[in-house]
């Protein structure tokens, strides 16, 4: 089976459906970043500096947990569904790498 390709030919990716709101996310997470190095300029308390550090990590974590799914029910299920061995290994060595390397973060 091929790729999946958007009406410009560029090949889809499973995140494509979210990508809007991913970027939207990742914008608010550049700004929480932001506002640490203000904290941090502001001699602002260590404790609550470190609240918002667990923050943007939540953040990213959650960005990436919706990457992992979009991974999952995109990009496996079609290399699966393609009916072709090799591919289907090959996407699911990719998403055993992500999941270790997903929760080696937590």
């Keep these: 089976a091929a ?3 958007d009406p410009g030919g ?3 990716h499973g995140y494509a459906k979210d990508k809007e709101a991913l970027t939207k996310r990742l914008h ?3 700004g929480q970043v932001r506002g ?3 904290m941090i300029e502001e001699d602002r308390y260590c404790i609550d500096i470190l609240t918002q ?3 943007v990590q939540t953040a990213l974590e959650q960005v990436a947990a919706k990457l ?3 991974h999952v029910t995109h990009c496996v299920a079609e290399a699966l569904a393609s009916g072709d061995a090799a ?3 090959e996407k699911s060595e990719e998403l055993l790498a992500a999941v270790q390397r997903f929760s080696r973060t937590r």
């Design 68 to 70: 992992l799914e979009d």
């Design 87 to 89: 591919v289907a290994g």
């Design 3 to 5: 790729l999946p390709l």
């Design 28 to 30: 608010r997470i550049e």
């Design 36 to 38: 640490l190095e203000r």
């Design 53 to 55: 550090v667990a923050a």
């Design 10 to 12: 560029h090949l889809m």
